[in-house]
């Protein structure tokens, strides 16, 4: 019940059935993104996709779809959603599967995710807990005899509170099932085993009821972890030689006969695996495991030829197909957490045209099939999804360069194009004629697991290749496919009138995209992070000790506290290319000068009530509503669009501590509206909105003083402002 096993399942992760209680066991599979190392499945954008719509409905649409595959599957629990890493480093291989490095955005997108995926009876396992926020030695490795440990993140408690642990108070306060212990140390203990944040913090204080579940192989000790706060290892038991054995299982049953481990606290763990399982309703008409499962994860681990090589007993047979109509969702969605950046007299959308040439290895299709599961990127082929144990098999993708073709057709349009960055960055162009009336380039950049990314400029000499276009095309649009922040050393290039982050937008890129691109359907993604200028405008590299063979030499100071992100760029006052929560339209939006601001308590108390019991999300008086502010929101333009209203606020200058950042985001609306409407929107802000972590109370603090709103369409483009004082001294 404890301790998972190969032996019981086909799945990544498995628990056998125990038939006395009604309980058939359990299927883990991993995502977020959707059903991994399965046949017939859709690969949805990801989380950083996801965030840049700043659309809660269609965030909760995304979690009930990929959860409606995952039941088909008869995937019990997926591994996500991931809110670790956030994005401390912007270079963070991982950072494509979360939602960004605000913890307001971040919170929001895993709680309207959760109720999606448990809506369709499906459990959520919200990871990577806590302080995941680099690839490079998150776990321990052993160099020439000596074991290294895993990088342990060093977080004060009031930053761990803030920024880290808040997202995770929102998925606990939604209800996930499950929570992921991660594979790096946090203050020295590895966070599987780590009592404060497993026990104290979540369990103690959020009052989360779920079970704690290891990472793969993430587990070190078999009583420090099970009394710290870990309910379930995994994978737990592996009949192949040469893995570690588990550390639960009879190792378990040996500890608690000892009574290092109390019965207690076996039957607590035992009762927090089984709870889910019974609360979502997973022991009545819940489908059967995939056939396929265990074919399909050996050809994605093995590749088929060399797993029937190895003699793994399974059958080739087709996949159950969950797929429904959710194509047509993932380009919506693709399209949603598309941002355009740059539009020069309104370039975009494009009209119709007679010459088009592509250029750049994103636009093509991938050639060798491949590649959502090659850890290091390929060439030719465009970038749907990530890499690592979060990426999904492709089956029926749409490139741009496919769509795009797909449009001329219809418009009697001509395209040409060149997918050899090569060729291109050398002004190789014999192929292109006539003179393109515009030129779309496509750059790509790979993020995966189990690496983090060297630079922030795209790959493959992207750089080169938009200069050696650019040099004489004066209609030069640039479409980026990202996990996340890049440079763009090319972006105030005259020639350049059009700029689009399109993130990973999931297997309908080329549709998404052309959609926007021909007006379609009109921007509406906001950036969930920051674009620099340059990438020293970022303050901390990924720590990096590599070769290093003191046991505990990986030691990563958070210095910075809450200053990441924008928050970072704030204190320093730099100017980024484009700052968090920028993003354009096929329309423009105004907003009125002045907020409304009502409070709904008066004078309350500087720290909740001691004495009412903790609930699930922690003490129930922070996530009442305090405040309600409203903005009234045009649309000053000539077609129909969405706003993104955002509001942040600014701590009373006396009353919260040192280190507060400059603003925080604490509300965001979308809006449709159209030319010449004007709409009310209303943000409501909750005690915690506007708490601070009183770390010698050890309680959330109200401060006294006046508080500062300010909204507007982005972190630097606030339009209207209103003060208003909480409580007095």
């Not at 895993?150 to 209800?175: C, M, Q």
């Not at 009209?351 to 290895?361: E, W, Y």
Request: hydrophobic content about 35%; aromatic content about 8%; some cysteine.
């Amino acid at each position: 019940m404890v301790t998972g096993g190969s032996d019981v399942g086909p799945c990544i992760g498995n628990i056998g059935p125990v038939e006395r209680l009604g309980f058939r066991g359990l299927c883990f599979s991993d995502g977020p993104i959707g059903v991994n190392r399965a046949d017939l499945v859709s690969v949805f954008p990801s989380g950083i996709t996801a965030a840049a719509m700043w659309d809660r409905e269609l965030l909760y649409q995304r979690g009930l779809a990929i959860g409606s595959e995952f039941r088909g599957k008869g995937a019990h629990v997926m591994l996500g959603p991931s809110i670790g890493p956030m994005g401390r480093h912007p270079l963070g291989g991982r950072n494509w599967e979360g939602f960004g490095p605000d913890p307001y955005l971040s919170g929001s997108s895993i709680a309207a995710t959760i109720r999606g995926v448990h809506e369709m009876g499906v459990q959520t396992c919200s990871k990577h807990y806590i302080g995941n926020e680099q690839e490079t030695q998150r776990s321990n490795s052993v160099l020439n005899g000596t074991n290294v440990d895993a990088v342990s993140a060093n977080i004060d408690d009031r930053t761990l509170h803030e920024l880290y642990l808040w997202p995770f108070a929102e998925a606990v306060k939604a209800g996930t099932a499950a929570v992921m212990c991660s594979y790096n140390r946090l203050n020295s203990t590895y966070s599987c085993e780590q009592p404060e944040t497993l026990k104290n913090i979540l369990k103690e204080e959020l009052g989360f009821r779920g079970y704690v579940v290891s990472d793969w192989f993430a587990t070190h000790s078999t009583a420090p972890a099970a009394n710290a706060g870990l309910d379930l290892e995994m994978p737990g038991r592996m009949n192949q030689p040469g893995l570690t054995p588990a550390f639960f299982d009879q190792k378990l049953v040996d500890a608690v006969n000892t009574g290092e481990v109390s019965m207690e606290r076996l039957d607590d763990m035992a009762i927090r695996v089984l709870t889910p399982y019974f609360l979502l309703g997973q022991d009545q008409s819940f489908p059967s495991i995939d056939p396929a499962t265990l074919a399909t994860t050996a050809a994605h681990e093995y590749g088929l030829p060399r797993a029937l090589g190895l003699g793994i007993p399974f059958d080739i047979i087709d996949g159950r197909d969950v797929r429904a109509d959710h194509a047509n969702l993932i380009r919506k969605l693709g399209a949603a957490g598309t941002v355009l950046l740059k539009n020069t007299n309104n370039t975009l959308p494009l009209p119709t045209l007679k010459h088009i040439a592509v250029f750049g290895n994103d636009a093509a299709n991938v050639v060798d099939s491949g590649g959502s599961h090659n850890s290091h990127g390929w060439d030719i082929g465009t970038i749907y999804i990530g890499g690592g144990s979060g990426t999904v098999r492709l089956e029926d993708p749409v490139s741009p360069l496919e769509a795009i073709k797909e449009r001329a057709k219809r418009d009697g349009s001509r395209v040409k194009f060149i997918a050899n960055n090569t060729a291109i960055a050398a002004g190789e162009f014999q192929t292109i004629y006539p003179l393109p009336q515009v030129c779309l380039v496509f750059l790509k950049t790979w993020a995966s697991e189990g690496q983090d990314r060297t630079s922030l400029e795209n790959d493959f000499d992207s750089t080169a290749v938009v200069n050696s276009v650019a040099s004489w095309c004066t209609n030069t649009v640039v479409v980026t496919h990202s996990g996340g922040v890049n440079t763009m050393p090319w972006a105030h290039n005259p020639n350049i009138t059009g700029i689009l982050a399109a993130h990973f937008p999931g297997e309908q890129s080329g549709n998404s995209i052309v959609d926007i691109l021909w007006g379609d359907e009109v921007p509406s993604g906001h950036l969930p992070y920051t674009i620099p200028e340059t990438e020293a405008d970022y303050d901390f590299p990924i720590l990096n000790l590599t070769g290093v063979t003191d046991p505990n030499a990986w030691q990563d100071n958070y210095e910075e506290g809450q200053l990441i992100d924008y928050r970072h760029f704030d204190a320093k006052n730099t100017t980024p290319l484009y700052e968090f929560g920028f993003g354009l339209s096929y329309t423009t939006f105004d907003m009125a000068s002045s907020l409304s601001i009502r409070t709904l308590k008066d004078n309350p108390a500087a720290v909740p009530d001691t004495t009412r019991p903790v609930e699930i999300g922690g003490h129930p008086e922070l996530w009442e509503n305090v405040l309600e502010v409203e903005a009234s929101v045009s649309n000053t333009g000539s077609r129909a669009g969405s706003a993104v209203a955002q509001l942040y606020m600014s701590f009373p200058t006396t009353g919260a501590p040192d280190g507060t950042p400059v603003q925080v985001l604490r509300g965001f609306e979308k809006v449709e509206l159209q030319p010449g409407e004007t709409k009310t929107v209303a943000f409501e802000v909750k005690r915690r909105d506007v708490s601070f972590w009183d770390v010698g109370e050890q309680n959330w603090r109200l401060p006294s003083g006046e508080f500062v709103f300010k909204a507007g369409f982005s972190s630097r483009d606030l339009r209207a402002m209103g003060p208003v004082l909480l409580r007095s001294k």
